[in-house]
């Protein structure tokens, strides 16, 4: 019994792969083939069986009838033959870490994406050939490859089953590949597309991000590793993989600090994810169900804990320091305390509902939801602070070691009572008020009762013009509303996401002159805003409310204690 699929590219300006799936000795009269409609790491429901064009079936020379029961749902008949051939094309045209994308200049695939999943062979070891357009295309995933198989200018590579097919991209073009060792492994980092970026300073810094990570874990649970980069315009993501993560960025996005600061997090937020997601797996994704949505509770501990580890690693690593540290972590506290969302729904809430919430994104989004990711890494920042502060020789490490030897290393599921378990275990006391407020409920984060401990306090900038409410794009000079708050004054009065802002007090107003234009009125002034709302023009009369706040900084307090000092030291290497 074998599973071989082929994939070509002869055509790479179609953006269409060509894939042919070869059966031999399949022992059922009838093949059921299903399409996958999410990819692990990325929940929404993407429905990839929409970019499946040209689907045919055969045994030799005679064609196999064959129907569709679904929407991701093929059916194909035997009559009798042993050996089965499939052949469709997918269209890739989406440049993203969770989808497809072919042209003249590479391909990139994610499994998900592309191959279909036999349900009663997906135990089976699935061979993968990969016949590149052009000789000096390569092949590069973190699949082992297989010599002797495929043809002259193919490369074949073996996966252990579908769900290690799925969990290894493939880049395939003339794109860079840098070899290099941390701890003794072996690493790969290729790169797509031209930018910026000094090879020998990424590899120096991955290298000492690895180091930081296998520390935590004890070790590096795999042999090799590959890291694959997409260098575009003004793009940003990341998507984990058991052995492999792909990234994408601004491929000018290497120069300026900030900017190297921020791909450096995203570089440690995918790589923490190789323990904290790929191992250490909530039982409700212990087994993938790829025909539907698979729900999680604990969304918030898989990716807000590993964003709350993404701007600390690289302090650890020397890669940026103590100021750097703390101005990021102001950042990420002002975007959850500027989004009133946290005021609506719970981070479990969040984390369950990411299926239809996070990834569809409306004009409403901000007022009614929070990102697990954000107000995840928030609760992460307290729960470190909380167990630092009761036992000076603990942290949250010591959470994710034991969720690594319980549950990571033999990779099993956990449930959010365990996960509370396990942190209450660190802790050394109960926490069941803490999970009720903050992760199941919607109070406040008490920011301060947890940061002066350490001799820090969270300080509030207020905006120096009056409270409006609206957020606004200049779209071709004319000034058009994106986003209302809710309670805000512009939404009291009737304006709405869409309306054209025309003039203020019955002057007009300029494109991107809003914010200066506030700041000639104070608090309880009356304006009168005229606005096109439905291409009807309409003037509306709008109290200004009290100034609010648009940021937030960590600071240090005056005249720190001794035993703050030394919690600060302890928790971040300096003084």
């Not at 790479?12 to 399949?26: G, I, M, N, R, S």
């Not at 993501?237 to 190297?260: M, P, T, V, W």
């Not at 396990?422 to 199941?440: H, K, R, T, W």
Request: glycine letters at 6%; charged letters at 20%; a negative charge.
């Amino acid at each position: 019994m074998q599973v071989h699929y082929s994939v070509l590219m002869s055509q790479p300006e179609t953006h269409l792969f060509e894939v042919t799936l070869h059966l031999v000795d399949y022992p059922s009269p009838i093949l059921d083939l299903k399409m996958p409609v999410w990819t692990p790491g990325s929940y929404l429901i993407r429905e990839y069986a929409r970019h499946l064009q040209d689907f045919a079936a055969f045994s030799g020379t005679v064609a196999l009838p064959w129907r569709k029961l679904s929407k991701n749902h093929w059916q194909v008949e035997k009559n009798g033959f042993s050996e089965v051939v499939l052949s469709y094309r997918i269209f890739a045209a989406e440049l993203s870490v969770r989808t497809n994308h072919l042209d003249t200049t590479h391909g990139y695939f994610n499994g998900t994406a592309l191959f279909f999943r036999i349900p009663d062979l997906a135990k089976l070891p699935i061979y993968v050939t990969i016949t590149p357009p052009y000789p000096e295309w390569q092949v590069t995933t973190a699949l082992p490859e297989v010599e002797g198989l495929g043809v002259s200018g193919s490369k074949t590579f073996l996966a252990a089953d579908f769900d290690t097919l799925v969990d290894s991209p493939f880049e395939i073009g003339s794109h860079q590949l840098y070899g290099f060792k941390a701890l003794g492994k072996s690493h790969e980092l290729a790169i797509w597309g031209k930018g910026n970026f000094h090879p020998k300073q990424l590899i120096l810094d991955f290298q000492k991000i690895i180091a930081v990570e296998a520390e935590i874990f004890g070790g590096l649970p795999y042999e090799r590793y590959v890291f694959l980069l997409h260098l575009s315009h003004q793009t940003y993501g990341g998507l984990e993989h058991k052995n492999s993560c792909s990234l994408i960025y601004h491929r000018f996005g290497f120069r300026a600090q900030d900017k190297y600061e921020r791909f450096i997090q995203l570089v440690a937020h995918e790589f923490f994810h190789l323990w904290n997601v790929k191992r250490i797996r909530p039982q409700a994704i212990e087994v993938f169900d790829y025909d539907q949505e698979n729900y999680i509770a604990s969304l918030w501990f898989c990716e807000g804990t590993t964003s709350y580890y993404d701007l600390i690693i690289p302090l650890r690593a020397g890669i940026y320091d103590t100021k750097s540290f703390l101005n990021h972590l102001s950042k990420e506290i002002t975007r959850y305390q500027t989004t009133s969302g946290r005021k609506v729904q719970s981070l479990s809430e969040s984390s369950f509902d990411t299926w239809i919430k996070l990834y569809r994104p409306d004009a409403n989004s901000n007022n009614s939801q929070i990102s697990y990711y954000v107000k995840g890494e928030m609760v992460s920042l307290l729960l470190d602070l909380l167990i630092r502060s009761l036992h000076p020789q603990r942290s949250l490490d010591d959470v994710m070691r034991k969720m690594w030897e319980q549950f990571g290393q033999v990779e099993i599921g956990y449930t959010p009572e365990q996960l509370k378990a396990v942190i209450e275990s660190v802790a050394g006391i109960d926490l069941s008020d803490f999970f009720q407020l903050y992760i199941d409920g919607l109070e406040d984060l008490p920011f301060n009762q947890y940061l002066i401990p350490f001799g820090l306090e969270l300080v509030a900038e207020k905006d120096e013009k009056p409270f409006f409410g609206v957020k606004t794009n200049n779209e071709n000079g004319r000034e058009i509303v994106k986003f209302v708050e809710v309670g805000s004054p512009a939404q009291g009065s009737g304006i709405d996401v869409g309306d054209e802002l025309l003039a203020i007090n019955y002057l007009k107003l300029g494109a991107n002159q809003l914010h200066e234009r506030l700041k000639d009125y104070q608090p309880g002034d009356i304006i009168e805003v005229t606005v096109f709302h439905q291409d009807e023009l309409y003037t509306y009369s709008v109290t200004l409310a009290p100034h609010v706040a648009i940021a937030y900084y960590v600071k240090p307090i005056d005249q720190p204690s001794p035993s703050q000092k030394e919690n600060f030291s302890r928790w971040l290497g300096s003084s």
